[in-house]
């Protein structure tokens, strides 16, 4: 996966989580009453929803830098087996 990919799939659930938060913060806005008996939850769950993506995000890019670090610091191929053979002299 390109890193321009990975910020677009990162960004699209960034995106869905802000949206959800939204949402349920502007049902409390409007007065919605399932949301006015549960406000302390609403705000929870939303801040939950944003960070929970955040978090993946940061995970997925820890990971992805130890498997590239990973591949770098692999140990230098073994030199070939010199033959010596007699010399004609």
């Given at each position: 996966m390109t890193v321009n990919a990975w910020v677009?799939?990162?960004?699209v659930e960034l995106?869905?989580?802000f949206c959800?938060?939204?949402?349920?913060?502007g049902g409390?806005?409007?007065g919605v009453p399932f949301l006015?008996?549960?406000i302390p939850?609403?705000?929870l769950y939303s801040f939950c929803c944003v960070t929970a993506?955040?978090?993946r995000a940061a995970i997925d890019l820890a990971v992805r830098a130890?498997?590239?670090a990973v591949h770098g610091i692999r140990p230098a191929p073994a030199p070939a087996a010199v033959r010596l053979e007699p010399s004609n002299a």
């Open positions: 677009k799939a990162r960004a995106g869905a989580a959800t938060a939204a949402i349920l913060i409390l806005a409007i006015l008996e549960r939850e609403v705000f993506v955040l978090l130890s498997v590239l």
